[in-house]
């Protein structure tokens, strides 16, 4: 009972941010030839979305597509991947 109160007065207050971390969300198909690709965003940011068929140093990033962010979940779909049948990665960048 010592230790409660109906109120509080602070004489110091600390505000920290917690970065943000880009997390892509979800990878489906929405057809066999249409790639859905779903990342957390922030509202008016923008991403880059890049696809590359391998991993090697040599396998050059494609740019998919430009997006500003309308809301915290961001989409994007690639319809080219009926071309790359084998593999495809994709990477998210948040421009400053």
Known sequence: VGDTADA????????ETIPYALRITSVR???PSLLELQWD??????????WRAG?????????VRTV???????TVEDGEVIYYP??????????P
């Open 29 to 31: 198909f929405k057809t």
């Open 8 to 15: 509080f007065t602070f004489t110091r207050l600390k505000v």
């Open 55 to 63: 991993l090697e140093p040599t396998d050059d990033w494609q740019l």
């Open 86 to 95: 084998e593999k495809m990665f994709y990477r998210v960048f948040q421009l």
């Open 68 to 74: 500003t962010a309308q809301g915290f979940t961001e």
């Open 41 to 50: 965003s922030l509202p008016g940011k923008t991403y880059e979305v890049h």
